[in-house]
């Protein structure tokens, strides 16, 4: 038997530690004294877990960075055994009291708050292999070889249309939209096509900086808004077009505003688009994660409404699928703006990922993208769940936050002033890293924190959140 022994492993959970890298240690130092030796196999994580009397996914963290540190080595169809060729000798974890600078920044993502990223463990990976695979097996396959549409493929496009149309209320046919490489890619295009040089356009503080940048390389001049518990401050904005005849443009967030996550008020909808409507500006509506809602029912869009006359509206599928697969979308009511984004992606671009969108229009034919998504909102609905129990036991009396109703990230505001710079370098320390305001502030940094729990795991956000709390 490769597997003959139980692991012994003791564990303190009073400790401060994080109970995955105490497993991880407690390997090491086994490795160390020579008790595991070098081809030794491994309990599977679920009898690890059984064992231990361990959440499995905790088990499979403490593996991950086994691995990753080389003191394990993962064979296919056969386990997890002790490396033959070991890292050098070094002292545990618990044991380290001073590492060095080097090591800090090298180890500063091994938890990572990012700003809403999904879980790339729970993609239809499988599923998507299994839809590339029929797309080069069919007997036409050699059609999809060549060149396609600027505006990405037309069947793709209708099954988008059809997407919105039902579920956010859009009204738009298949040339009223232009399929991008993620929605960043769909701003930019939309800021070249139709921003010129020297016209204004109003964004959300704190807010999106990439898509600043899109609007800045166009040539605009920026004007912030404020946001408040209601979203976009709408009221603020009639001053600012009057003193400003230039104004091109409104780029907002609306179904939950990046980086507060709060909600647009049906108010202030109203006034944004009257206000559209009477001074001839566009809305940007930037729709990034419309898809996990974890209420009764989403906002529709501001471009749902049929009374609003300018709009662009911009989403993506990176989120829903994986991170790594670019698909976004733009569309708009104004056919000669799709056909210039079209003109400008060919010139840049010539085409979208053709045999990708066949490969997830085949996932939402056969069903597959709708069972992900009412699986995938489920699993961030728990994590969310988990990381408001979490804030509670270890932010508390420290931080004010408002448990969202979709989305992967929460907004965190201290209740006092806090240094973020000196918070991150002390979270550096101990292996955290977070986006610190100053990447979503116009100019001065909010006193706010957008922390995204969907990448991370049970583990990682209870150590994550555990340390947080300590360092402010």
């Known amino acids: 038997m490769l597997r003959p022994w139980k692991l012994e492993i003791q564990l303190d959970h009073k400790s401060g530690k994080a109970i995955y890298l105490q497993i991880a240690d407690a390997v090491i130092a086994d490795i160390q004294s020579g008790r595991l030796t070098k081809g030794t196999a491994l309990p599977g994580s679920r009898t690890l877990a059984q064992d231990l009397q361990v959440n499995r996914n905790t088990v499979v963290e403490a593996l991950n960075v086994l691995l990753n540190e080389e003191w394990l080595v993962s064979r296919e169809r056969k386990g997890i055994f002790v490396s033959e060729a070991l890292p050098a000798l070094r002292k545990s974890r618990s044991s380290q009291r001073s590492p060095k600078p080097e090591d800090v920044e090298k180890d500063s993502c091994r938890i990572h708050f990012d700003d809403g990223h999904p879980d790339s463990r729970i993609a239809p990976v499988a599923e998507l292999a299994r839809a590339y695979r029929q797309i080069f097996n069919r007997k036409a396959r050699w059609q999809m070889m060549g060149y396609g549409n600027e ?4 069947e793709f496009r209708k099954a988008i249309v059809q997407m919105l149309n039902l579920q956010r209320g859009l009204k738009l046919d298949e040339h009223m939209v232009c399929i991008t490489r993620g929605s960043q890619m769909a701003t930019y ?36 808004l404020g946001v408040d518990q209601n979203g976009l401050i709408v009221e603020d904005i009639e001053a600012i ?31 944004l688009i009257k206000l559209s409507n009477k001074y001839a500006f566009t809305i940007i509506e930037d729709d990034y994660d419309n898809e996990f809602h974890f209420g009764y029912r989403p906002i529709m869009p501001l471009s749902s409404y049929p009374e609003l006359k300018n709009y662009i509206y911009v989403g993506t599928l990176s989120k829903v699928v994986a991170p790594a697969l670019r698909i976004g979308y733009l569309s708009s009511n104004d056919p000669s703006f799709i056909k210039r984004v079209g003109a400008l992606r060919k010139i840049i671009d010539v085409q979208s990922d053709n045999i990708m969108e066949q490969a997830i229009l085949e996932l939402i034919r056969d069903g597959t993208l709708k069972r992900h998504i009412r699986k995938a909102t489920q699993h961030y609905k728990a994590k969310r769940d988990q990381v408001a129990g979490l804030l509670d036991q270890y932010l508390k009396n420290k931080a004010d936050y408002i ?4 989305g992967l990230a929460f907004w965190i505001t201290p209740r006092k002033g806090t240094d973020w710079k000196k918070v991150s370098e002390r979270l550096r320390k101990k292996g955290i890293k977070i986006f610190t305001p100053e990447l979503y502030s116009f100019k001065e940094p909010v006193n706010g924190l957008r922390l995204g729990y969907g990448s991370l795991t049970e583990a990682q956000l209870e150590e994550g959140l555990k340390i947080l709390g300590e360092c402010l």
């Open 189 to 224: 295009l939309a800021a070249q096509c139709l921003i010129e040089k020297g016209d204004v356009v109003l964004v959300e503080n704190p807010g999106y900086q990439p898509a600043w940048k899109a609007f800045e390389s166009a040539g605009a001049k920026l004007i912030p």
């Open 151 to 154: 505006l990405g493929d037309i």
């Open 241 to 271: 077009l009057k003193r400003n005849k230039r104004i091109k443009a409104v780029y907002t967030t609306p179904h939950r505003q990046y980086p507060t996550t709060v909600m647009l008020s049906l108010q202030r909808r109203l006034e």
């Open 403 to 406: 448990v969202p109703e979709g």
